[in-house]
């Protein structure tokens, strides 16, 4: 009997909204204080996204657009943290519980490293995990690239989940 563990890869990414007032920069929860946000039909949390997007790839549920398609007028600015807790519960409903996650930021500009911490403890409550079990990591791409021109940023989330009843069961 193996047991039951399954991986699964997010990525995401969105343009920055350069408007002279944007709403806030929102990354892995934290709000972080920097003159452009993230263009997007939610609150543009590219790094949940990416995490969102992972959970149910491992769950073999589709991903993020096709739970919360953005031609929903419910999810239009919504804080996608209510979405990543609805992601968990879901999976939850399947046996499936999140084990560990890996997420990196990339991201010429701002500069992420004080907010590491912050991220990382919003990101494990709503996986009902230790902050320990979660990883989250900021690189530039030395100003190669869209994220490197400064364009936007983008996220890659790679997550490990459990399945509650332990093994395989057979085929
Ligand atoms: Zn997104």
Same mark, same amino acid.
């Given at each position: 009997?193996? /047991?039951?563990?399954?991986?699964?890869?997010?990525?995401?990414?969105?343009?920055?909204?350069?408007?002279?007032? /944007? /709403?806030?920069?929102?990354? %892995? %929860?934290?709000?972080?204080?920097?003159?452009?946000?993230?263009?997007?039909?939610?609150?543009?949390?590219?790094?949940?996204?990416?995490?969102?997007?992972? +959970?149910? %790839?491992?769950?073999?549920? %589709?991903?993020?657009?096709?739970?919360?398609?953005?031609?929903?007028?419910?999810?239009?600015?919504?804080?996608?943290?209510?979405?990543?807790?609805?992601?968990?519960? +879901?999976?939850?409903?399947?046996?499936?519980?999140?084990?560990?996650?890996?997420?990196?930021?990339?991201?010429?500009? /701002?500069?992420?490293?004080?907010?590491?911490?912050?991220?990382?403890?919003?990101?494990?409550?709503?996986?009902?995990?230790?902050?320990?079990?979660?990883?989250?990591?900021?690189?530039?791409?030395?100003?190669?690239?869209?994220?490197?021109?400064?364009?936007?940023?983008?996220?890659?989330?790679?997550?490990?989940?459990?399945?509650?009843?332990?093994?395989?069961?057979?085929?």
């Amino acid at each position: 009997m193996l /047991p039951d563990i399954r991986i699964g890869h997010g990525f995401d990414a969105h343009r920055f909204d350069t408007s002279a007032s /944007p /709403p806030p920069l929102v990354l %892995g %929860g934290v709000v972080i204080p920097f003159e452009w946000s993230l263009k997007a039909h939610s609150d543009g949390d590219v790094v949940v996204h990416a995490l969102c997007d992972a +959970l149910l %790839g491992a769950a073999g549920k %589709g991903d993020i657009g096709r739970h919360f398609p953005d031609s929903s007028a419910d999810y239009a600015g919504i804080d996608s943290r209510i979405l990543l807790r609805r992601v968990v519960d +879901l999976l939850a409903v399947e046996g499936l519980a999140p084990s560990n996650a890996d997420l990196t930021i990339v991201a010429q500009a /701002p500069r992420l490293a004080p907010h590491i911490d912050a991220m990382r403890t919003c990101v494990a409550a709503d996986l009902n995990l230790d902050p320990a079990r979660v990883n989250v990591k900021a690189t530039t791409t030395e100003k190669m690239g869209f994220t490197g021109r400064k364009e936007g940023i983008a996220a890659h989330a790679v997550v490990l989940l459990v399945s509650t009843s332990g093994t395989i069961p057979e085929a």
